[in-house]
């Protein structure tokens, strides 16, 4: 059994990922250093986070300096960060107090055989190979936490499929793809329960969830808490061109900064509703048992509630 882990830096800590990430370890008693880019970001003092500032994640110097004194790190970092996953890593090893390292994922199943067909998922594959190869012969272990969308964040704000500022459910195919999902705070609990029993989860993909529904499943259930929806229906295919061309667009243009671009929400909303599950979008059966991440319907139904108000 490895020594226990206690303190932990947060890379990206002020971004929607590594701020509840954040906010969570430290009320779990975990020693945290919120670590950002942007000078000036901080977390209020009355939350015992420590907060630091390095504006570059390519100096090895800075980065080594940082994770010393260090039991753990969680990449909370944007995709358009994931070339700078080299000097992480060996940041990491050269610190030589970090024994555990969750990975940039908390999305869509980074680790099925088919995801790099989805452009927006290549980044975060080609990390974890580097990862990988950097920790061989290494007494570091990592993580990758696989959490489906984020609904309760995405669901006010109109990035998903259930828009209440614009009372519309949009139904991809059939809607009958199921697909797990799971909220803010449950992916800042796994990244605490991984820390809590690190060699549990060591090198291996952690599936966290609190729901597997389908569009079709959803439909009645809101029509219940909110009357009165818009069903707008897509044809899959179509769709899928769209987004394909979209990307493509971008990348003549010289797009570096993908995240929610309408390219990289639509292929990531493809991957989700592609009817055969080719992407693995429905992870129920390898959700982490006895941890309590599975809620029911009637959880659901009560959490919608708000979200659509």
């Given at each position: 059994m490895s020594d226990p882990i206690k303190k932990v830096v947060v890379l990206g800590a002020t971004g929607n990922v590594g701020k509840p990430i954040s906010t969570a370890l430290a009320e779990a008693g975990f020693t945290v250093t919120a670590a950002?880019?942007?000078?000036?970001k901080k977390f209020p003092d009355e939350t015992n986070i420590i907060s630091a500032v390095i504006e570059d994640y390519s100096s090895l110097s800075a980065l080594t300096a940082l994770f010393t004194g260090q039991d753990a790190v969680v990449e909370a970092i944007p995709p358009n960060a994931l070339?700078?996953?080299s000097t992480i890593v060996e940041a990491c090893v050269a610190a030589g107090?970090?024994?555990h390292i969750i990975t940039p994922d908390f999305a869509g199943d980074t680790f099925n055989e088919h995801i790099s067909e989805l452009?927006?998922?290549v980044p975060k594959v080609e990390a974890q190979k580097v990862l990988e190869e950097k920790l061989k012969g290494t007494k570091v272990n990592w993580s990758a936490i696989i959490t489906g969308g984020w609904y309760d964040w995405a669901i006010p704000l109109g990035y998903y499929w259930i828009n209440p500022r614009t009372n519309t459910l949009v139904v991809y195919g059939s809607g009958d793809q199921r697909n797990s999902m799971c909220r803010v705070s449950t992916a800042a609990?796994?990244?605490?329960?991984?820390?809590?029993?690190p060699d549990k989860y060591a090198n291996r993909p952690v599936y966290v969830a609190d729901h597997t529904v389908s569009m079709n499943q959803l439909i009645p259930i809101l029509e219940e808490v909110k009357p009165g929806w818009e069903i707008q229906r897509v044809d899959l295919d179509e769709f899928l061109a769209t987004a394909k061309r979209m990307w493509d667009e971008d990348s003549k243009e010289g797009v570096e900064v993908r995240l929610l671009t309408p390219a990289y929400n639509m292929l990531g909303t493809y991957g989700i509703f592609e009817e055969h599950n080719r992407y693995n979008a429905d992870f129920e059966r390898l959700i982490e048992p006895g941890s309590g991440y599975q809620k029911t319907l009637e959880d659901l139904k009560e959490e919608l509630r708000t979200l659509v108000a």
């Open positions: 950002s880019r942007t000078p000036g070339h700078l996953q107090t970090v024994k452009p927006l998922y609990q796994a990244v605490c329960d991984v820390f809590r029993q």
